[in-house]
C-alpha cells in the first residue's frame, strides 16, 4: 500500500552511450534484456518499488542519452537526485576514461553536496576486457564513490548496484526525507563505517 513506501528517490543513470545503461534499467525494473536495446533518445524514465533492509522505498529512474548531441536536455534531470549510477563498459577503455566528464557535469549540475555515487563496470559477460576490477576500484575509491562489476546480460550484479546505491541513501542524513514521518533515519557511525556490503554472493565495495 502506498503509505507503506517510506519515500521516493530520484536516481540518475549516467555514462557513454553504448555502455549499457538502458539495459541495466531494463533489467532492474522488468527483469528483461534485449539484445538488440536502441539507443536512448534523450531521456528515459521508469519507476520501481524496492525494499532493502525492511524499508520500501520507490525509486525514479532517469536515464540519461549518452550522446552529445543530447546534452543539452540533460542538465535539469539532475536537480534533486539523491543518487547517481555512473556505468563505463568493461571493454572499452575510452567509455571509462570519460568518466570524469561525467562526474564533472554531475558536480556541476547536482544539487544535493551528498549526493551518493555508484560506479558500474558492465559488460564483464564479454571478452576482451580492457578495463581491470583494480582500475574500476581504484577509480571509485578516489571519488568516494560504491562500486561493481555487472553484466544486464547475465543479471549479475544488477540488483545489487541498485539495492547498496539505496541503503547508503537511505544511510545518509539529510539526503531525503520520509513521507511518513517528514524525518531522516539516524544510523549508528560505528556501523556505517564498518559495513561491507554484499548481496547474491556480489561484492559492492564501500566508500
Known sequence: ???????????LIIGESGVGKSS??????????????SLTIGVDF?????TTEGNTVR?????????ERFRTLTPSYYRDAQGAILVYDVTSQPSFAKLDTWLSELDLYSTKNNIVKMVVGNK?????RQVSREDGLKFARRHAA?????????????????????????????????????????????????RAPTCAGWQCNAI
Not at 24 to 37: A, I, P, S, V
Not at 59 to 67: C, P, R, S, V
Open 24 to 37: 541495466l534499467l531494463l533489467r532492474f525494473t522488468e527483469d528483461k534484456f534485449n539484445q538488440d536495446q
Open 46 to 50: 521508469k519507476t520501481k518499488k524496492l
Open 146 to 194: 560504491l562500486f561493481i562489476e555487472s553484466s544486464a546480460k547475465t543479471k549479475d550484479g544488477v540488483q545489487c548496484a541498485f539495492e547498496e546505491l539505496v541503503q547508503k541513501i537511505i544511510q545518509t542524513p539529510g539526503l531525503w526525507e520520509s513521507t511518513k514521518s517528514n524525518k531522516t533515519i539516524s544510523v549508528d557511525d560505528d556501523e556505517q563505517a564498518g
Open 1 to 11: 500500500m502506498e503509505e507503506d513506501i517510506l519515500t521516493t528517490l530520484k536516481i
Open 124 to 128: 564483464i559477460d564479454k571478452e576482451n
Open 59 to 67: 525509486l525514479a529512474i532517469w536515464d540519461t542519452a549518452g550522446q
